[in-house]
Every structure is written in structure tokens, then in C-alpha cells.
């Protein structure tokens, strides 16, 4: 089993900049992708960001392409976020999540573990 804590969120003006952390404990052998989700109000989940094992494979939604940045640290068991250029339309409880296959994809459902999520209000 492997327990995922996000930390990072908060209120931040548009334009300005988040950086959202996850920290896995747990048993967390073995090669395992991480992903960020998000929920904003009346809105479906959403796919944000997604970061492979190793590293060399990101992915990335469209709309927080080119602004939103994943990255881990192995070593450290955790995986970030960076946001950038922030929008309201941004706002939006953040849930890191993880797929012990890791495929990395932006399906909902490959993700067995979830954190408990983490609120980012962007004001205008």
C-alpha cells in the first residue's frame, strides 16, 4: 500500500506561481508513474500532468501545457508540480495520484492510489 500527501496549495494572484509537492510512503518498491489531477467547481476531473519512473517521459494536459511543469525526486519519494502564469480558471482542488504500472497515461482509472488533495485558489 502506498500513501500519497500533497502539500503546496493556497492563494495566489493571477500570474503568479504555485509549486504543489506529493510525498509517498509507504511500500512504494518497484517503478511507479505519478500523475496530478484536478477538480475545479462544476467541472469533471481533469487530467494535469503525468511523470514516469525515470523521469524522461512527461506529459502534460492541454491546457497547462507550456505553464505547468512535473518533476520527481526519487530519492525523496515525491513528485512536484510547478505552476506558472496562473489563471483562475486554475482554481481547483489538486490530487496527486499514482499507477504501479507505470504507464503514465491521462486515464483516471489506471491510478490505484490517491492523495487526499490539495486546494489552489487563484484569484483575478
Known amino acids: 500500500q502506498v500513501q500519497l500527501a500533497e502539500s503546496g496549495g493556497g492563494l495566489v494572484q493571477a500570474g503568479g506561481s504555485l509549486r504543489l509537492s506529493c510525498a509517498a510512503s509507504?511500500?512504494?518498491?518497484?517503478?511507479?508513474?505519478m500523475a496530478w489531477f484536478r477538480q475545479g467547481p462544476g467541472k469533471e476531473r481533469e487530467f494535469v500532468a503525468s511523470?514516469?519512473?525515470?523521469?524522461?517521459?512527461?506529459y502534460y494536459g492541454d491546457s497547462v501545457k507550456g505553464r505547468f511543469t512535473i518533476s520527481r525526486d526519487n530519492a525523496k519519494n515525491t513528485v512536484y508540480l510547478q505552476m506558472n502564469s496562473l489563471t483562475p480558471e486554475d482554481t481547483a482542488v489538486y490530487s496527486c495520484a499514482a499507477d504501479r504500472s507505470n504507464r503514465a497515461n491521462s486515464y483516471v482509472l489506471n491510478y490505484g492510489y490517491w492523495g487526499q488533495g490539495n486546494q489552489v485558489n487563484v484569484s483575478s
Open positions: 509507504g511500500h512504494t518498491f518497484g517503478s511507479y508513474s
Open positions: 511523470i514516469t519512473w525515470s523521469g524522461r517521459y512527461q
